[in-house]
C-alpha cells in the first residue's frame, strides 16, 4: 500500500459528541424539531448538506427560523470553531501516532474530511500533523459530500496513487460508503463516540486504534503504536 487517507471527525479527533451539542442546541435555539435518531442520519455529512435535509424534511419549522442554509451553516461553524480553538475537542492519539508510524515507513499521509478547510487546518496545526500531510481535501473541494465518493476520487488525485493502493480509516457510514465507491481499501473504527453506524461495507472494522494500525502498518511500527 501506498497512501493513508484518514478521516478527521471520529478518526483524528474525537469531535462527534462537541458536534452533536452544538448542533442540538442550535436545533433548540431556532425550534427545530429534530431528534435524535434524524440527527444520528447526518453523520458524516457536511453541515450545507444536513441543513439543506432539515430544511426540506420540516419546511414549516424551517420557515419560522426565517434563515437561510447558508446562514445556519456559517452559525454552526462559528459555535463549532470556537469550540475547536478553546481546545474542547479530544485528540485521538493513538490515531496521530498511527499517521506518524505510517509516514516514517514512508507511506503518503492524507485527510479528507466533510469539515471546512479552516478546521482541518487547525486540527493539523494542534496535532502537529501538517508536517506529515501531503494532500488535504475538505467540504470547500467539493460539490457532493459523502456518501458521494467525490472526495475520494479528488483524495487519490491529489495524491497521484491509485484508489486500490490507498487505505482509508473511516468511523461513519457514509464515510465507508464514499471510499468504497472509490475504489479504496476501508478500515473502519469502531469508535464508541460515533454512535452504531452500519460499518459492514468496510474490508476491516476495528474496535481500537491497535487493530487498525494492525491492519495498515508494517508489524515493526503498528508494534509501537501502543493501545
Given at each position: ?21 452544538v448542533e442540538r442546541r442550535l ?201
Amino acid at each position: 500500500m501506498d497512501a493513508i487517507v484518514f478521516d478527521m471527525d471520529g478518526v483524528l479527533i474525537d469531535s462527534e459528541p462537541v458536534h452533536r451539542e452544538v448542533e442540538r442546541r442550535l436545533f433548540e435555539d431556532f425550534g427545530l424539531p429534530v431528534d435524535a435518531e434524524e440527527h444520528d442520519q447526518y453523520m458524516g455529512t457536511s453541515a450545507p448538506d444536513m441543513f439543506a435535509a432539515i430544511a426540506a424534511t420540516h419546511p414549516e419549522a424551517w420557515k419560522t427560523v426565517g434563515t437561510t442554509v447558508d446562514a445556519m451553516v456559517r452559525e454552526e461553524r462559528a459555535r463549532y470553531a470556537a469550540a475547536l480553538a478553546r481546545g474542547d475537542v479530544p485528540v485521538i492519539h493513538k490515531a496521530v501516532a498511527i499517521a506518524r508510524r505510517a509516514h516514517s515507513a514512508g507511506l503518503h499521509i492524507a485527510v479528507a474530511s466533510s469539515a471546512p478547510r479552516s478546521q482541518i487546518d487547525t486540527v493539523l496545526a494542534q496535532t502537529g500533523l501538517d508536517e506529515i500531510v501531503s494532500c488535504i481535501r475538505s467540504a470547500d473541494d467539493v460539490h457532493h459530500s459523502k456518501p458521494d465518493p467525490e472526495i475520494y476520487r479528488a483524495t487519490t488525485a491529489c495524491l497521484g496513487v491509485p484508489a486500490a493502493r490507498c487505505w482509508v480509516i473511516e468511523d461513519s457510514e457514509h464515510g465507508v460508503s464514499a471510499a468504497v465507491a472509490a475504489g479504496m481499501r476501508c478500515i473502519a473504527y469502531r469508535n464508541p463516540s460515533s454512535g452504531s453506524p452500519d460499518l459492514s461495507r468496510a474490508e476491516f472494522v476495528c474496535d481500537s486504534m491497535t487493530a487498525v494500525a494492525e491492519v495498515c502498518l508494517p508489524i515493526s511500527t503498528s508494534r509501537e503504536t501502543g493501545r
